[in-house]
């Protein structure tokens, strides 16, 4: 298991480089960044990341595939890859829709987009000349004058079984978005095929004081009880618990400030660097990112490495 950080999608652009050269300062196995819309771009992070560290990987979380032509996706990643071997991991995936809708990328069916983007993301990074004909990707014999030699996994950031059986059948795994439970990883690793990576973010923080520490990524649970959210909140033991404590609040602060500690221990890795160590080592994934929470992204990735 790899324990990675990520880098905040708001972090200011001229703290991306001390960032990254701190992460792999203090150990860190991974570090993600992540493409939102309107923040920073996915591909200038990862090749900035890449060209001022030298051991540390770097994911790419994730790339929409509604957003580039399939074929200058593989151009950028194969790049990446035969500059900097086996660093990179990418990571495509639906976008989320309200982003997707804002720029006119979001098609009328994101599954076939994603399992078509997939297939032929593959194909070009292993040197293949693609032909397609489907609904959204269409190759005419289309490849790469210079292939990598170490082909770099794509993972799926996705959710729902049906994207997760996609993922598993053409891509080398999946990235898990927070909050992601030990059940909600369980539930997906019953989808994927053994073999599948399985990278999962979670807010973390670290601090003696396990009231103090749950108390800073309480906030950032208002949305759990949200229906776009259910993958993540079905497998749970209290799923049903939760979703009526959901139902007596109507609003999402009050319903964060009323979940009992257990359950934020749960959906979180928040509280002191023992229990988050070990709540990390029993996830069950390949790759656990930790998402540093608070003002001074900095400080908190030294108090987030005493968990590694």
């Known amino acids: 298991m790899t324990a990675g950080v990520m880098l905040p999608r708001d972090l200011a652009a001229a703290?991306?480089?001390?960032?990254a050269r701190r992460a792999e300062e203090l150990g860190f196995g991974e570090v993600w960044i992540v493409e939102d819309l309107g923040f920073h771009g996915g591909i200038a992070q990862a090749a900035t990341v890449l060209a001022v560290t030298s051991r540390i990987r770097v994911g790419i979380?994730?790339?929409?595939?509604?957003?580039?032509?399939?074929?200058?996706?593989?151009?950028?990643?194969?790049?990446?890859?035969?500059?900097?071997?086996?660093?990179?991991v990418a990571g495509i995936g639906h976008g989320v829709p309200g982003w997707m809708r804002q720029v006119g990328a979001w098609p009328a069916s994101p599954l076939t987009l994603f399992a078509e983007h997939a297939r032929a993301l593959t194909g070009l990074l292993r040197g293949e000349r693609v032909r397609a004909e489907g609904r959204?990707?269409?190759?005419?014999?289309?490849?790469l004058e210079a292939a990598p030699e170490t082909v770099p996994p794509v993972l799926a950031g996705v959710r729902g079984p049906k994207s997760l059986a996609v993922a598993g059948a053409e891509l080398d795994g999946v990235i898990l978005a927070?909050?992601?439970p030990a059940e909600y990883?369980?539930?997906?690793?019953?989808?994927?095929?053994p073999q599948a990576r399985v990278v999962v973010f979670g807010h973390a923080v670290v601090d003696p004081d396990a009231e103090a520490a749950r108390a800073r990524v309480r906030p950032l649970l208002a949305a759990i009880g949200d229906p776009e959210l259910s993958a993540h909140v079905d497998p749970l033991p209290f799923a049903a618990e939760l979703r009526a404590l959901r139902a007596r609040h109507q609003d999402g602060d009050s319903f964060a400030a009323g979940l009992p500690g257990e359950w934020v221990d749960a959906l979180t890795l928040a509280g002191p660097a023992d229990a988050v160590r070990r709540r990390i080592a029993g996830l069950g994934a390949d790759s656990v990112v930790l998402i540093p929470v608070g003002d001074d992204r900095l400080a908190a990735l030294d108090t987030l490495a005493t968990a590694l």
């Open 61 to 88: 979380g994730i790339l929409p595939a509604g957003a580039r032509n399939v074929a200058f996706t593989a151009m950028e990643l194969a790049t990446l890859a035969r500059l900097h071997p086996g660093r990179l």
């Open 136 to 143: 959204y990707v269409r190759l005419d014999g289309a490849g």
């Open 185 to 193: 990883i369980a539930a997906a690793r019953r989808i994927l095929p």
């Open 178 to 180: 927070e909050p992601a």
């Open 15 to 19: 703290e991306i480089v001390p960032f």
